[in-house]
């Protein structure tokens, strides 16, 4: 299932954590995937630079939602 993580709106560049930097990332990843709108799966995978423990509250949220697995 497709699954899409809303962060809070947030007005400056300065002010963006690395956790809603990646949930912007993976969101922009999975829109832009035409698989992933058709299929409705993706999969997701770290780079380099993300935190371990974003990932970590990342796959949290994924869990908890009833439209993921």
Same mark, same amino acid.
């Given at each position: 299932?497709?699954?899409?993580?809303?962060? $809070? &709106?947030? %007005?400056?560049?300065?002010? *963006?954590s690395s956790?809603?930097?990646?949930?912007?990332?993976?969101n922009?990843?999975v !829109?832009?995937?035409? $698989? &992933?709108? %058709?299929?409705?799966?993706? *999969?997701?995978?770290?780079?380099?630079?993300?935190?371990?423990?974003?990932?970590?509250? !990342?796959?949290?949220?994924?869990?908890?939602?009833?439209?993921?697995?």
């Amino acid at each position: 299932m497709l699954y899409v993580v809303r962060a $809070r &709106a947030i %007005t400056h560049q300065n002010q *963006i954590s690395s956790y809603h930097r990646l949930v912007w990332r993976i969101n922009h990843q999975v !829109l832009s995937l035409s $698989r &992933a709108m %058709t299929e409705r799966q993706a *999969i997701l995978a770290p780079s380099p630079n993300d935190h371990p423990e974003d990932w970590e509250r !990342l796959l949290g949220k994924i869990e908890e939602s009833d439209n993921a697995r």
